[in-house]
């Protein structure tokens, strides 16, 4: 579990001030932690005890302790595919055995994820997703972002606009321009963290957008601009990350959104469903 997690399991039994403390951890997070006592205290204006109280409550011995475990998730957010290259080299010539491996790796992460996920969070994501006063959009890094258009397709049948950035990294400054105070981005951005990303959720930010951040358990720097953080389970221990959680939780945001909103989405269906019965040829024509 991250300390992100731990904070979240942690915060209800807080008292005021070590919430205080909490908060500036993940809107800063990890910077804030890796600070100064002192610092810490600082920006979340309060007292070095209580900030020290708040660091025992999420079960660390020591200040220090508290500041490693934040570095050990640093660096394996930051790692490359050869750096997670450790199991992958006594298998390859046992590739039977790689199936079920990576089968039981990605089964123990939906189990984590659909374990670590606040109910409370999801349950904020869909109702921003489903609110149809307010346009969605929907983007993703060099990998997420096809989950992000698997989530976009879906979710424009069900409710009325429903956009994807797409193109270029210059041209969604370009499309920054159409967004509008209130709108919903739903952004997926799990390790290396792109910066692109960061810089598209930050204006969006400055736009008044709700942003609702698809991630991995450490947490993509656009956590501080997001309004609803869901982590998702990605590391098999091999070469590549897995997708699988993320593409998961897409699905059931959907199947979500479309329930709560069904007296929208069945018309619409139905539209669509006539649509391409109009669009069919009769069993008289050939093509």
Not at 12 to 23: L, Y
Request: glycine residues 6%; contains cysteine; aromatic residues 6%.
């Amino acid at each position: 579990m991250t300390v992100a997690q731990q904070v979240h399991d942690t915060l209800p039994g807080m008292t005021a001030a070590e919430k205080k403390a909490a908060r500036v951890l993940l809107a800063r997070y990890p910077i804030a932690g890796l600070s100064s006592v002192a610092e810490f205290a600082a920006l979340a204006g309060t007292s070095g005890p209580t900030v020290l109280r708040f660091v025992a409550k999420l079960g660390y011995p020591s200040y220090p302790e508290f500041q490693r475990a934040l570095r050990g998730e640093i660096h394996e957010s930051l790692m490359s595919p050869l750096d997670k290259d450790r199991t992958d080299r006594g298998d390859r010539a046992a590739a039977p055995s790689v199936l079920n491996q990576i089968f039981d790796r990605v089964r123990a992460n939906l189990a984590e994820t659909a374990r670590d996920l606040s109910d409370s969070e999801l349950d904020a994501a869909c109702a921003l997703l489903g609110d149809l006063r307010h346009q969605c959009y929907c983007l993703g890094g060099r990998f997420s972002d096809s989950v992000a258009a698997y989530m976009a397709s879906h979710l424009r049948i069900v409710r009325p606009g429903v956009r994807r950035f797409e193109g270029q990294v210059s041209t969604w400054r370009d499309q920054i321009l159409d967004v509008r105070a209130g709108d919903v981005a739903v952004i997926f951005d799990i390790r290396r963290y792109q910066e692109d990303l960061l810089e598209v959720a930050q204006r969006l930010s400055e736009r008044k957008v709700r942003i609702v951040l698809v991630t991995d358990q450490w947490l993509s720097p656009i956590a501080r601009y997001a309004q609803v953080v869901l982590p998702c389970r990605i590391d098999i221990g091999r070469t590549w990350d897995s997708s699988a959680a993320l593409l998961v939780l897409a699905e059931v945001i959907v199947n979500r959104v479309t329930l709560e909103g069904w007296d929208t989405s069945k018309e619409r269906i139905r539209k669509l469903e006539s649509l391409a019965a109009v669009s069919e040829p009769s069993s008289g024509e050939t093509g």
